[in-house]
């Protein structure tokens, strides 16, 4: 592990280890007790489903990275599903280290440039932020025209509305401090204006992927496969959010206010979760290896907030906890059996995986430099 990634990763976990510790401070009467019964009580069966989900998400990952290839390198996308499921095990074994894993891994076995499968990882992402967008967009419309429940998009709009509205309020006492954080970055640039320049050529990098990305969409056609593709995927994953979350059915648990209720979570649907969804992808940008980190204490953290923690959810700290490491391990973690099988089979060394295509990245941001 290179110097750079452990400053990062001492980082991380600092940050992580400040989250944990306020979060679990805010758990003064945590029972654990009724965590270990909430997870003993899931139904096997929407587990499983939720695990076919998501590698029926994995299959449409692989049809998706094929159709970008189609003008440059055609094939078929049963050989890049092995690539897809063994670097989505990286990434879950060795986070960001194993971040590159897909794109490394499919350039080896078609015979292509790193460059320009980084071009194709980039691009994906474009599509999965804005198939995910869309989807958030399309049921706020329905919300909005009465034709699904309008709840939580209403207490969305009135968390922004408050945030807005406190942070008018405080923005004139605080002009000094707000100059005095100017003062302070255009300091530090100039103190740090060489080691900035290499994350501005990283920029510079991902910038021209994505240019050459795009170029890979040879005609309209191509353009609306991957797009519906990409929704499809993504339906499918919120549909294995859907089937965890469904997993607990109704249990009995004590209400923010004391009382006894019972949590259905059989009631939770689509809007539901692209609320959590959305949590979740946020808080990824701070994790660990082994896809512990941010995502799993957001998705905790909403579940217990005021938008599940009422009726007819009444999500405890309990069952929001034992809900998010249920998530984790369904959607990020189960690929990890199956990913180490076809490693072997596709002779792959998940360490020098990592750490060949982190090289990789590494000798583009370089090149892109000169």
Same mark, same amino acid.
């Given at each position: 592990?290179? &110097?750079?990634?452990?400053?990062?990763?001492?980082?991380?976990?600092?940050?992580?280890?400040?989250?944990?510790?306020?979060?679990?401070?805010?758990?003064?009467?945590?029972?654990?007790?009724?965590?270990?019964?909430?997870?003993?009580?899931?139904?096997?069966?929407?587990? #499983?489903?939720?695990? #076919?989900?998501?590698?029926?998400?994995?299959?449409?990952?692989?049809?998706?990275?094929?159709?970008?290839?189609?003008?440059?390198?055609?094939?078929?996308?049963?050989?890049?599903?092995?690539?897809?499921?063994?670097?989505?095990?990286?990434?879950?074994?060795?986070?960001?280290?194993?971040?590159?894993?897909?794109?490394?891994?499919?350039?080896? &076995?078609?015979?292509?440039?790193?460059?320009?499968?980084?071009?194709?990882?980039?691009?994906?992402?474009?599509?999965?932020?804005?198939?995910?967008?869309?989807?958030?967009?399309?049921? !706020?419309?329905?919300?909005?025209?009465?034709?699904?429940?309008?709840?939580?998009?209403?207490?969305?709009?009135?968390?922004?509305?408050?945030?807005? !509205?406190?942070?008018?309020?405080?923005?004139?006492?605080?002009?000094?401090?707000?100059?005095?954080?100017?003062?302070? @970055? !255009?300091?530090?640039?100039?103190?740090?204006? &060489?080691?900035?320049?290499?994350?501005?050529?990283?920029?510079?990098?991902?910038?021209?992927?994505? &240019?050459?990305?795009?170029?890979?969409?040879?005609?309209?056609?191509?353009? @609306?496969?991957?797009?519906?593709?990409?929704?499809?995927?993504?339906?499918?994953?919120?549909?294995?959010?859907?089937?965890?979350?469904?997993?607990?059915?109704?249990?009995?648990?004590?209400?923010?206010?004391?009382?006894?209720?019972?949590?259905?979570?059989?009631?939770?649907?689509?809007?539901?979760?692209?609320?959590?969804?959305?949590?979740?992808?946020?808080?990824?940008?701070?994790?660990?290896?082994?896809?512990?980190?941010?995502?799993?204490?957001?998705?905790?953290?909403? @579940?217990?907030?005021?938008?599940?923690?009422?009726?007819?959810?009444?999500?405890?700290?309990?069952?929001?906890?034992?809900?998010?490491?249920?998530?984790? @391990?369904?959607?990020?973690?189960?690929?990890?059996?199956?990913?180490?099988?076809?490693?072997?089979?596709?002779?792959?060394?998940?360490?020098?995986?990592?750490?060949?295509?982190?090289?990789?990245?590494?000798?583009?941001?370089?090149?892109? !430099?000169?």
């Amino acid at each position: 592990m290179k &110097k750079k990634q452990i400053v990062s990763l001492i980082v991380i976990t600092v940050i992580l280890a400040v989250l944990v510790y306020l979060q679990f401070r805010s758990w003064q009467s945590f029972d654990w007790a009724k965590f270990r019964l909430y997870t003993r009580g899931v139904s096997l069966w929407h587990i #499983g489903a939720g695990i #076919g989900l998501i590698y029926c998400g994995y299959i449409l990952r692989a049809i998706r990275w094929s159709i970008f290839l189609r003008p440059t390198a055609p094939t078929s996308f049963p050989r890049l599903i092995a690539p897809q499921v063994i670097g989505f095990s990286a990434l879950g074994l060795f986070g960001r280290a194993g971040e590159f894993a897909r794109p490394y891994l499919i350039a080896r &076995k078609q015979n292509l440039t790193f460059t320009s499968q980084l071009a194709v990882w980039t691009v994906e992402r474009f599509f999965d932020l804005g198939a995910v967008a869309l989807m958030m967009l399309t049921l !706020a419309g329905m919300a909005m025209a009465g034709l699904v429940d309008s709840n939580k998009v209403t207490l969305l709009k009135e968390d922004v509305h408050r945030g807005l !509205a406190s942070l008018a309020a405080s923005g004139g006492h605080k002009l000094l401090l707000l100059a005095g954080c100017v003062v302070a @970055l !255009a300091f530090l640039y100039l103190l740090l204006r &060489k080691a900035s320049g290499r994350l501005a050529h990283g920029i510079l990098a991902n910038l021209a992927a994505f &240019k050459e990305g795009f170029n890979t969409i040879h005609d309209f056609r191509s353009l @609306l496969q991957i797009i519906v593709v990409s929704l499809v995927m993504w339906l499918m994953i919120a549909g294995a959010y859907i089937q965890v979350l469904h997993a607990y059915g109704s249990v009995a648990v004590t209400a923010a206010d004391g009382s006894q209720q019972f949590a259905n979570l059989g009631t939770m649907q689509l809007g539901d979760v692209l609320i959590i969804m959305g949590c979740s992808m946020a808080g990824s940008v701070i994790q660990l290896p082994g896809g512990v980190g941010g995502s799993q204490l957001a998705v905790i953290g909403i @579940l217990q907030s005021h938008f599940f923690n009422g009726a007819p959810t009444y999500i405890s700290p309990e069952l929001a906890v034992s809900c998010g490491i249920m998530l984790w @391990l369904v959607t990020f973690m189960s690929v990890i059996p199956t990913g180490l099988v076809l490693a072997r089979f596709e002779k792959v060394s998940f360490l020098r995986l990592s750490e060949q295509s982190t090289q990789e990245e590494e000798d583009l941001e370089t090149e892109t !430099a000169k």
